[in-house]
């Protein structure tokens, strides 16, 4: 075992260009040495639901304190006032928008499809879910259909990528189609989209999204996009994303109602690498560690938050075709592997392109938090202050950020700052107040994410204690 782990550090140096010692780069010790200031807005948070316990479907006790892994939750796009929120777990709640109880609308460890949350509970199982804008125009063909991202076991299923590397569980996109829209509870039909496999516990498959600035009959109407990480381990092991024969470490996108003959889906004539014979067609930007999700504007931008390795997180805006460099760039910044004989997880200053890379409007380093969770742009109005301006967080530290969406240019980082957070009538930090042990490391995990409803209004949901809370004006 020794001699084959030699063997493969051995190769990894001789495969790296051999740069002269003293034309080596110094690492950056502290990349982004501005601190992000407390800003003057200020929030409070109104207790809206709280989600039933949970537990990994797997093992007989939860592998840690969350009460529900709780990470998304958005408006249905059928005007019937419900919101869904989705538990890793494997469970998918309907929750009225002017409150009440949640009702359990799927849970997917029921159904026979190979549901497996065991390889790494933190980030497999119920990822993400998307209802497609027809889902309430009966008569359409995407009338009571939705989609869901998931992990299964390898053994489940034939991989459409990757099957003869998927060691560990592969990723997912169901599609389901309801008997009965207007129902609170899931009944009807399931169909698998498309099958990806995973050599590792993490960095899969996230959030799925419909853009909602289309209307019937244009070219992205009913189009899905779906967030792919790079198939977990340190330091892209794989190299997928720089790899695009397969559509990992980025954001592909599908036309599922598309699909011809045989297929499952198909393929939007209007993706930027259809033709390109060394692209998978799927493939609508790459060069992503770890987009666990991202959200659309009401005109359309799409903002990525995409978790860094050990130094940078970043805030991308989407753009079709874009290469945002993951594994040679981190943030604004060189890696290891995008130099050469120095050694990875430092950041290094960044030498001149040598091919077209998208870089983030805004990117904090690890002296900030630890790993970028969700963000969406505030079009509530009960803080008209927040108003256009990208909210996003931190899962780890609980810290809230925001920029202004005026003027955001790649490559040149907006301002950040920190939005100020109170409960009961105390500003204080989110994992402090309410958060639950962390398995990483000492101290409290925040396990916080961001969620919105059909007013553009934004919530809170964190793992700990399985509760949903309201942004509302601090007093």
């Not at 393929?267 to 959200?295: K, M």
């Not at 990525?304 to 910044?333: H, L, M, P």
């Not at 077209?356 to 969700?374: C, K, L, M, R, W």
Request: aromatic share 10%; proline share 7%.
């Amino acid at each position: 075992m020794k001699l084959a782990i030699a063997t493969f550090i051995s190769g990894m140096i001789a495969s790296l260009p051999l740069v002269a010692a003293e034309s080596r780069p110094d690492p950056i010790a502290d990349p982004i040495p501005e601190k992000i200031q407390k800003g003057d807005i200020s929030i409070a948070l109104q207790e809206f639901v709280q989600i039933p316990e949970s537990q990994e479907s797997a093992m007989p006790e939860r592998t840690n304190a969350a009460h529900a892994r709780i990470q998304f939750m958005t408006p249905l796009p059928d005007e019937s006032g419900r919101l869904v929120v989705n538990d890793l777990r494997g469970l998918l709640y309907l929750v009225p928008e002017t409150g009440g109880e949640p009702s359990m609308y799927l849970d997917v460890r029921q159904h026979d499809i190979g549901f497996d949350d065991s390889m790494f509970p933190n980030e497999t199982g119920l990822a993400g879910v998307a209802f497609h804008p027809d889902f309430g125009n009966e008569g359409t063909a995407g009338y009571g259909k939705f989609y869901t991202a998931i992990s299964v076991s390898s053994d489940s299923g034939q991989a459409d990528y990757l099957d003869d590397n998927a060691e560990n569980h592969e990723s997912v996109i169901r599609e389901w189609s309801a008997d009965d829209p207007d129902s609170d509870s899931f009944s009807g039909s399931t169909r698998e989209i498309i099958r990806i496999g995973q050599f590792d516990q993490n960095h899969n498959i996230g959030t799925l999204a419909f853009n909602p600035a289309t209307n019937p009959g244009d070219a992205d109407y009913g189009m899905l996009y779906a967030s792919m990480g790079d198939g977990g381990g340190a330091n892209d092991p794989m190299e997928y994303g720089q790899s695009t024969v397969e559509p990992m470490s980025g954001i592909f996108r599908l036309d599922p109602l598309g699909g011809e003959g045989d297929a499952a889906y198909g393929i939007p004539a209007d993706n930027p690498f259809v033709g390109s014979s060394d692209i998978a067609p799927e493939t609508w930007a790459y060069g992503l560690r770890h987009p666990q999700a991202f959200s659309f504007d009401i005109d359309g931008t799409m903002y990525i938050c995409d978790i860094g390795q050990n130094q940078i997180e970043e805030v991308n805006i989407g753009v079709a075709g874009a290469n945002y460099g993951w594994r040679v760039r981190e943030g604004t910044f060189a890696t290891a592997f995008g130099l050469g004989g120095v050694r990875p997880n430092p950041v290094y200053p960044r030498p001149e392109d040598d091919q077209e890379y998208t870089y983030p409007v805004a990117q904090f380093d690890h002296d900030e938090g630890n790993a970028i969770s969700s963000g969406f742009v505030y079009r509530g109005s009960a803080i008209p202050e927040l108003q256009e301006k990208f909210i996003f967080t931190d899962m780890v530290t609980g810290r809230v950020f925001y920029i202004d969406t005026d003027n955001l240019e790649p490559d040149n980082p907006a301002s950040i700052l920190e939005l100020r957070v109170e409960f009961f009538g105390f500003e204080r930090n989110v994992a402090d107040a309410i958060g639950f042990p962390n398995t990483y490391s000492r101290g409290n995990r925040a396990g916080l994410r961001l969620g919105i409803d059909s007013e553009g209004e934004l919530y809170f949901l964190t793992k700990g204690d399985g509760k949903i809370r309201k942004m509302v004006p601090a007093l």
